[in-house]
């Protein structure tokens, strides 16, 4: 265990704490997304089904891309970068979302499929690339096939205990101290720093660009 940890790019304190941060944001974004979209379509059940199943989605495509991209030649940096562009991606939620959301509720008479397509665009992208991260993460940490079951256990328990952080926090105080915008724009500050991290870490272990070993090809 401690000489599969040696081999990779990353420590795996570093992994774990980064991986409750995108937990964490994930569903600060997710309980947002109501109060975001309730100006133009409320916030009935089908508003919450429609932010939902775009997130379940979302995820579910990142999981199958970021699995994908963890086969070739994991490393720090491409792994900092998911974290750098779902904070990029998240900004038109705050600065733009009047923008996205008032001409499809003028174009879209039914509001179950306006609160659909708006949840799509706003959330689908920063989602998904959120969702990339779990596989990534499990795939830095895993040197040989007996340990990666431990793994991504791990990695799957501290990102969920992140989602469960990030659920009662935004839902039971952050809305409560903070305006809508104000919060959001911690959870993209906070993907940043956990980008930075990865770098610095990254750098100090010496692999920032550089492949796992036995990924050299």
Not at 92 to 118: K, S
């Amino acid at each position: 265990m401690a000489e599969a940890a040696n081999h990779s790019p990353l420590p795996r304190p570093v992994v774990a704490t980064v991986a409750f941060v995108s937990g964490f944001c994930i569903m600060t974004v997710e309980m947002l997304g109501a109060r975001i979209m309730a100006p133009y379509f409320g916030g009935s059940v089908s508003v919450w089904g429609s932010i939902i199943t775009v997130f379940m989605l979302a995820l579910a495509l990142g999981y199958l891309v970021g699995g994908r991209l963890s086969m070739r030649n994991p490393n720090a940096l491409v792994f900092a970068s998911f974290y750098v562009s779902a904070a990029l991606f998240s900004l038109p939620i705050i600065l733009f979302a009047d923008q996205i959301m008032r001409p499809i509720f003028l174009t879209v008479e039914d509001i179950r499929y306006g609160a659909l397509l708006a949840s799509i665009v706003m959330f689908s992208v920063p989602t998904t690339l959120l969702g990339m991260i779990s596989p990534y993460s499990v795939r830095l940490l895993v040197e040989s096939e007996e340990h990666s079951g431990q793994m991504a256990g791990l990695l799957f328990f501290v990102s969920t205990i992140g989602s469960a952080a990030g659920t009662l926090g935004t839902s039971f105080y952050f809305v409560l101290w903070w305006e809508l915008n104000l919060i959001l724009w911690g959870a993209v500050s906070a993907l940043l720093i956990a980008a930075a991290i990865i770098l610095l870490a990254g750098y100090q272990r010496g692999s920032l660009y550089l492949p796992m070993r036995g990924h050299e090809s």
